[in-house]
T-cell receptor, first 115, second 111 residues
Framework: GAGVSQSPRYKVAKRGQDVALRCDPI?????LFWYQQALGQGPEFLTY????????KSGLPSDRFFAERPEGSVSTLKIQRTQQEDSAVYLC?????????????FGSGTRLTVV | EDKVVQSPLSLVVHEGDTVTLNCSYE??????LLWYKQEKKAPTFLFML????IEKKSGRLSSILDKKELFSILNITATQTGDSAVYLC???????????FGTGTRLQVFP
């Protein structure tokens, strides 16, 4: 596709509910990143894939967070038993450079509100 | 711990003013510094800087990196209301592929 596509754009979840957020990167982009952006803050790294391999998941805040990219293209970020502190915008970014210097292309994000 | 600090946190100016946004970093094995503009949606890429002292320019925006003093500035001349946004600075190291972001500077330009 022309850009990084994320869905849904908005998600309201009741506390304790499981959610799944989808990211469709630019076609052919090897690297895919997930970031969490709380209100008034900069994006915080969650996890990184190179093709289907999850190379870094050091930013996932707890074992309730799980990400996958089984075929090296679309990725899903799953949050189990959501809590209020999970409310944030979840940004996905992709890059065509393997550990390169190029800038990343971000999607528009999914705004998650946990009530 | 690696970190990026931006200042000011917020800036309000009138159209036509010139603004300077600051970004300092402490990153082990530093590789590059990136600037993004974030309006209501996705951060959009502005500049990537890897070498000290070489100014990058795009229209009314310019940026420069000082690797000795560990900071970068983003200048916007003759500001317009369309420049209103959050400007994010991010650093990247050779050790990892992730970007380390600052909190951002919120710029508001009034007519």
């Amino acid at each position: 596709g022309a850009g990084v596509s994320q869905s849904p754009r908005y998600k309201v979840a009741k506390r304790g509910q499981d959610v799944a957020l989808r990211c469709d990167p630019i076609s052919g982009h090897v690297s895919l990143f997930w970031y969490q952006q709380a209100l008034g803050q900069g994006p915080e790294f969650l996890t990184y894939f190179q093709n289907e391999a999850q190379l870094d998941k050091s930013g996932l805040p707890s074992d309730r967070f799980f990400a996958e990219r089984p075929e090296g293209s679309v990725s899903t970020l799953k949050i189990q038993r959501t809590q209020q502190e999970d409310s944030a915008v979840y940004l996905c970014a992709s890059s065509d450079r393997d550990r390169g210097l190029g800038g990343y292309t971000f999607g528009s994000g999914t705004r998650l509100t946990v009530v | 711990e690696d970190k990026v600090v931006q200042s000011p946190l917020s800036l309000v100016v009138h159209e036509g003013d010139t603004v300077t946004l600051n970004c300092s970093y402490e990153v082990t094995n530093f590789r590059s510094l990136l600037w993004y503009k974030q309006e209501k949606k996705a951060p959009t890429f502005l500049f990537m800087l890897t070498s000290s002292g070489i100014e990058k320019k795009s229209g009314r925006l310019s940026s420069i990196l000082d690797k000795k003093e560990l900071f970068s500035i983003l200048n916007i001349t003759a500001t317009q209301t369309g420049d209103s946004a959050v400007y994010l600075c991010a650093a990247k190291s050779y050790n990892t592929d992730k970007l380390i972001f600052g909190t951002g500077t919120r710029l508001q330009v009034f007519p």
